[in-house]
């Protein structure tokens, strides 16, 4: 198995330049045509990851030609397993050696937040289509880098899509056809909806280091069914431009969702696809919005995560109606998580929507999921082929082919609007102060719709037995936001952009694509 293509030495001093320098696209990016093979390569599979090996396999005329991971021994099992079936990948551990094979037309990025735009621009860099999963970003900074980045990209042919299934959902564009329609009047309010519930990720003793090789000391982390790792994994390439920080938390894959350093919470996480869709029935709006004010906390246990388990966001754009995304991570009630989840949106208390997904306020009624409904909560039509966008991988690949992005709302700058809006939300939580209940409605005067659902929000601490009045929320200034520039303005702009933009150790810098 090879695992070296490209010498380290070769790598800095060829297809890539480190910050200081440019990346120039290689001449031989190009269309591949209708009947050439598209040679794809995956670069993190552990989760997410081994779907798109998955859906890759089904589609005809596509070749997986390689593999990316820094666990070897995942790595080489993943390897064995397709050359049972006949099928002979290339192993790599760096994505750096996997992206300057010039056998690869075009990767696909399934691996921490904090990777993924170092990893997709390097993709670029090298004169790969690019493929990268949600969030595209793991701070606002990066992924407006990135859209630069895939702009000159499209000047040479070359693709950049993302990870957000729903945008090839028929279901969905029927939905959103029916908003643009205006059967149900104006949009008045877009709501997010994440309601899952998420255990706590415990509490280690004390932060585990590597070794002087850059390994995790076996048996000193787990997988997420609590077996002990066998010391596979390079944490130096996993950690990448956050260099070596101590390990925080017993499950190492995974649970660095819920640390800063390494993920974006579960707004950060799930939210992306709600928000996403939130933005299209807005009209997929061309800018950021220029005001937010998230607020939220860590409740029902103690542990080593430091995201909100419970989120609530609101932003307000320039023109047109504003956004409203709730997440909620404790069960339905009594902190006991076999008794479900309570539904975020009743109308004359039926449920409307589901515990994941979207609600469309409009004049003369809302969208929730599937179906149109009245104001009075009458069901008036229904949107067949909700899927969740099975063919998304498929239209990748179609714009591969082409040499150009075939459907525009495939574009990784929807990609990025859709995560710098979580983004935006952490900014201001994590700025936030602890305030009563009574000061954030306040806050929220002029939202009824708000309102009503932060009382909800407040009523599911109450029903987990959380005492509202001892454990407060931290509540976030309403931050200032430039949609242009894509910074932070006003009081809170030095603190709020510092958090906006990550630092990036030597030898994992962003590359500069010219």
């Not at 070769?10 to 190009?30: H, M, Q």
């Not at 170092?118 to 990066?142: C, D, F, Q, R």
Request: hydrophobic letters at 40%; glycine letters at 10%; aromatic letters at 8%.
């Amino acid at each position: 198995m090879n695992t070296n293509h490209t010498s380290r030495r070769t790598f800095l001093r060829g297809t890539v330049a480190g910050a200081a320098g440019l990346a120039t696209l290689p001449t031989w990016a190009a269309p591949i045509g209708a009947n050439g093979d598209v040679r794809v390569a995956v670069i993190g599979f552990k989760s997410r990851g081994a779907g798109h090996i998955s859906s890759l396999l089904k589609i005809k005329g596509v070749r997986l030609v390689a593999l990316c991971d820094v666990d070897s021994a995942v790595l080489e099992k993943h390897v064995a397993d397709l050359d049972k079936k006949g099928i002979k990948v290339k192993a790599y551990k760096d994505f750096r050696e996997c992206c300057a094979d010039p056998d690869i037309d075009a990767i696909t990025i399934a691996t921490p937040n904090h990777t993924h735009t170092l990893i997709a621009m390097t993709g670029i860099a090298n004169g790969k289509h690019v493929y990268v999963e949600k969030p595209v970003s793991h701070n606002i900074w990066e992924g407006r880098k990135l859209v630069e980045a895939s702009l000159v990209a499209a000047q040479k042919g070359i693709v950049v899509q993302h990870g957000m299934q729903r945008r090839s959902d028929l279901g969905w564009a029927a939905a959103m056809e029916y908003v643009k329609s205006g059967k149900l009047g104006k949009v008045t309010l877009s709501r997010g909806i994440n309601y899952k519930a998420r255990k706590s990720i415990g509490k280690i003793a004390a932060p585990i280091s590597p070794d002087a090789n850059g390994l995790l000391k076996p048996g000193t982390v787990t997988d997420a069914s609590g077996k002990p790792l066998s010391g596979t994994i390079d944490y130096k390439l996993w950690s990448g431009p956050r260099g070596i920080l101590p390990v925080h938390r017993t499950q190492f894959h995974y649970d660095w969702h819920w640390q800063w350093a390494y993920g974006n919470g579960d707004i950060g996480n799930q939210g992306p696809h709600q928000l996403d869709v939130a933005r299209w029935a807005l009209g997929n709006p061309d800018q950021l919005p220029k005001r937010v004010m998230s607020f939220g906390g860590r409740w029902g246990y103690q542990d080593d995560g430091e995201t909100a388990n419970n989120q609530m966001a609101f932003y307000e754009f320039a023109e047109g109606a504003p956004l409203l995304f709730d997440n909620r991570g404790l069960p339905m009630k009594d902190m006991n998580w076999t008794k479900g989840y309570e539904p975020v949106y009743r109308v004359n208390g039926k449920t409307a929507a589901p515990r994941i997904g979207n609600v469309v306020h409009c004049e003369g009624g809302f969208i929730a999921e599937s179906k149109a409904y009245d104001n009075d909560g009458n069901t008036i039509e229904k949107f067949d082929n909700f899927q969740d966008g099975p063919d998304h991988m498929k239209n990748f690949i179609d714009s591969v082919r082409a040499g150009k992005i075939t459907k525009d709302v495939l574009n990784v700058a929807h990609g990025h609007h859709a995560a710098a809006l979580a983004h935006m939300a952490n900014v201001s939580y994590r700025l936030g102060k602890k305030i009563s209940n009574e000061e954030i409605k306040e806050r929220l005067s002029g939202n009824k719709a708000a309102q009503e659902t932060f009382d909800h929000f407040v009523q599911n601490l109450v029903d987990n037995k959380i005492d509202v009045k001892a454990e407060l929320a931290s509540c976030g200034p309403m931050l200032e936001f430039d949609p242009v520039s894509e910074k932070f303005i006003g009081e809170f702009a030095d603190e709020a952009n510092k958090i906006a933009t990550d630092t990036y150790v030597a030898e994992f810098e962003l590359p500069k694509i010219s």
